[in-house]
Structure formats: structure tokens, C-alpha cells
């Protein structure tokens, strides 16, 4: 099993549309969480971290459940610019601040 | 404007060279890495170092070597062991205290000639 999970998609969102998904993690020790944004041959920005209590920023909503070891993503009013790459970040729980990546999950808004 | 900045943008190797990949950050942050990404894969820790003149491999070292002689730089060199080279390199850095998002330069594109 991978330790981060995500569905790679694509997910064909129209505009204006809410689209959510998820991203699955194995290691338990895991004490922080992060969604990043990827556009193509880009390289990854930084969308938010992911509180316990669940964090908005705008459209977007992030949300973590530590008992089924599961992060999301939810994107309200979604626009043409929202397409992207979103890669499922999560810290290794071990001393110092090494993370590992999701393979990422592709939305493509649509008019 | 505080950032990482890193070099070439792209790069180009020839069969059985070295080459160095640069990577400065003024962001004043302890922690710097290094990841390799290849097409529809997520990014893959190479090296990493959490201070000054010290440094660890990460996943995929073989092939690669680093050094940290100063807080802003960290390069990272491709050697001719890394017979795999063509990739997108981006280079990372974060405040080292666990928890802390990482913040990445626009990434060095290396291919094969």
C-alpha cells in the first residue's frame, strides 16, 4: 500500500460546480497535513494546511479525519483557473520535517 | 523578494558527466531539499538537510550527492552513477521545526542528450 493515496482523476468539473475528493495515508504518526497545488510543469505551491478541526480558505475546504486516516479537498464555485494538480502532502511523523507526496489529483474545470 | 531560486531551468547531459543543479533561498529557513518528479508521479526525496553542513539521504540517493557549506545554498549534483537522470528537480526549503510546510523553487528540467 502507498503511503498517500489519491485518486488521480481527472475529475471533469463544469464551472461553478463543487467538486471534492479525497486522499488516504498509512502512517498513523503522520502529524501534519498539507494540500499543494501543481500546475503543469510547474512546481508545487502550497494551498493550505489541514487542522484537525477542519480549515476553509474561501472556496476551498479542508477537512481531516484521523481515526480512518483520510484527508480532503472540497472546492466550491469552482472557476476555469482552479484546474490544476492537487498533491496530498503528509508529514512522515519521524524527527525533522520529511514529507511524502501523493501522485496527485487532476481537475479540469470546463465551461 | 524572498524566495528559492534555482538553476539552470533547464539542462542537458551528456553520457558519463556530472552536472550541478543550483538551489539559493533567502527565505532565512534552516531545512532545504531536494526532490525528483517524473511524469505523472509524485515527487520523489532525494537528499535533504536540516542545518548547516550537515545532510541526509533521502529515498532515492544513489546517484546523486549534496553538500550544505552555506544556510542559503544546496546543491545538488547528478552523477554519471544516475542512470536514470531525466527528470523535473525541484529544490525545497522550510523552517525546521516539524510541521512546517515546505516551499519550493520553479523546479531545473534535466535531460539526457
Known amino acids: 500500500r502507498k503511503e498517500v493515496e489519491q485518486d488521480p482523476g481527472p475529475f471533469n468539473v463544469p464551472e461553478g460546480a463543487t467538486v471534492a475528493f479525497n486522499c488516504t495515508y498509512s502512517?498513523?504518526?503522520?502529524?501534519?497535513f498539507f494540500w499543494y497545488r501543481q500546475d503543469c510543469r510547474k512546481e508545487p505551491k502550497l494551498l493550505m494546511s489541514?487542522?484537525?478541526s477542519g480549515n476553509e480558505d474561501g472556496r476551498f475546504t479542508a477537512q481531516l479525519n484521523r481515526a480512518s486516516q483520510y484527508i480532503s479537498l472540497l472546492i466550491r464555485d469552482s472557476k476555469l483557473s482552479d484546474s490544476a494538480t492537487y498533491l496530498c502532502?503528509?508529514?512522515?511523523?519521524?524527527?525533522?520535517?520529511?514529507?511524502?507526496f501523493g501522485g496527485g489529483t487532476r481537475v479540469l474545470v470546463k465551461p | 523578494d524572498g524566495g528559492i531560486t534555482q538553476s539552470p531551468k533547464y539542462l542537458f547531459r551528456k553520457e558519463g558527466q556530472n552536472v550541478t543543479l543550483s538551489c539559493e533561498q533567502n527565505?532565512?529557513?534552516?531545512?532545504m531539499y531536494w526532490y525528483r518528479q517524473d511524469p505523472g508521479q509524485g515527487l520523489r526525496l532525494i537528499y535533504y538537510?536540516?542545518?548547516?553542513?550537515?545532510?541526509q539521504k533521502g529515498d532515492i540517493a544513489e546517484g546523486y550527492s549534496v553538500s550544505r557549506e552555506k544556510k542559503e545554498s544546496f546543491p545538488l549534483t547528478v552523477t554519471s552513477a544516475q542512470k536514470n537522470p531525466t527528470a523535473f528537480y525541484l529544490c525545497?526549503?522550510?523552517?525546521?521545526?516539524?510541521?512546517?510546510?515546505?516551499?519550493f523553487g520553479d523546479g531545473t528540467r534535466l535531460s539526457i542528450l
Open positions: 525545497a526549503s522550510s523552517m525546521d521545526t516539524r510541521n512546517q510546510p515546505q516551499h
Open positions: 502512517n498513523s504518526a503522520s502529524q501534519s
Open positions: 489541514v487542522y484537525s
Open positions: 502532502v503528509v508529514n512522515r511523523g519521524a524527527a525533522g520535517n520529511k514529507l511524502t
Open positions: 527565505l532565512n529557513h534552516d531545512a
Open positions: 538537510s536540516q542545518i548547516v553542513n550537515d545532510f
